[in-house]
């Protein structure tokens, strides 16, 4: 399961390929009603009885649940968790490769993250490791720690406060730490899909490998969005943008765009791109760094 970093062309298509596709899939979710009738458009709510669909062609409708077969594939059974009822859910995936030759690289990828909510409230916590080497040398290791806390005060709206806490030896930054309160909408949360998207103020501190540092009050803009496509394969995608306060030009960027695709329950090959753009990047390191990786995830 090989990975490949800062690649050009081929990294360009796939990354094209998979935002064509996440453009033509993400436009209307597929109700298919026990007649085999199928109704194109979004979800707004269900009861114990009943579903409130909003139709592309005939509008807002009111749907017996005992007439509903599916949406999007998957049975009715697992279309909705509402964002007040108290769950808890996790993610661990992994990928790795090796090559040997004229070459001999490893590269090795471990993730957690886990959320879980009780009323109003919802956390989120996860961890990132990654470890590179090329030809025996030292590796190069990145690995950073998340917590965030979500009060729902609205509806669908929250208040979001984080931090986090890592380094990045690819990006030459010996330690970071950040702190951030944003503002949030959750537009919907399903096990068929899901929206939210935030803005707020985050405080960015980085010391360097060449013993300088950075300290940065940024405006920040984030967005996830997952989709459950047929045969319950998964379409997500997830992106953030930070802006210094004071050097509109310090700017960075960083997105992941991949589909997951069921092999047994809970386990999944997960196919992922992942891309970051630091308009001013340390000493000795490029602006843009991507990431095409391929492996597996478990999920509960």
């Not at 661990?92 to 590269?107: K, M, P, Q, V």
């Not at 109003?120 to 040398?137: C, K, L, Q, T, W």
């Not at 980085?206 to 984030?222: G, K, N």
Request: hydrophobic share 40%; glycine share 6%.
């Amino acid at each position: 399961m090989p990975s490949a970093k800062h690649s050009s062309h081929p990294l360009t298509l796939v990354f094209s390929l998979l935002l064509w596709v996440f453009a033509s899939a993400s436009t209307a979710d597929q109700l298919t009603l026990t007649n085999g009738d199928m109704l194109h458009g979004k979800m707004e709510a269900q009861t114990d009885t009943h579903i409130i669909w909003l139709a592309d062609n005939f509008g807002k409708l009111k749907i017996d649940k005992q007439r509903v077969a599916t949406i999007n594939g998957a049975s009715l059974s697992v279309s909705i968790t509402p964002v007040f009822k108290n769950t808890y859910k996790g993610n661990l995936s992994f990928t790795g490769g090796f090559s040997s030759g004229n070459i001999n690289r490893e590269d090795w990828d471990l993730e957690a993250e886990v959320e879980w909510r009780d009323g109003d409230f919802r956390h989120g916590a996860d961890i990132n490791y990654e470890d590179h080497s090329i030809d025996g040398s030292l590796p190069a290791q990145q690995y950073d720690l998340n917590y965030g806390l979500d009060w729902f005060f609205r509806d669908k709206w929250y208040w979001s406060n984080k931090v986090a806490w890592g380094a990045n030896d690819d990006r030459s930054i010996d330690q970071f730490y950040s702190v951030g309160s944003a503002i949030g909408r959750q537009f919907w949360d399903s096990k068929i899909s899901a929206l939210s998207a935030e803005s707020g103020l985050l405080w960015i501190s980085e010391d360097f490998l060449d013993q300088t540092s950075d300290r940065r009050l940024t405006w920040s803009w984030a967005a996830e969005y997952r989709r459950l496509i047929s045969n319950n394969v998964e379409l997500f995608h997830s992106h953030d943008i930070l802006i210094a306060l004071t050097d509109i030009d310090n700017t960075e960027i960083s997105a992941d765009l991949g589909i997951k695709v069921p092999v047994v329950k809970n386990l999944f090959t997960e196919l992922k791109i992942e891309w970051t753009y630091d308009n001013q990047p340390a000493l000795g390191t490029r602006s843009t760094d991507s990431q095409l990786t391929m492996g597996v995830s478990y999920s509960w």
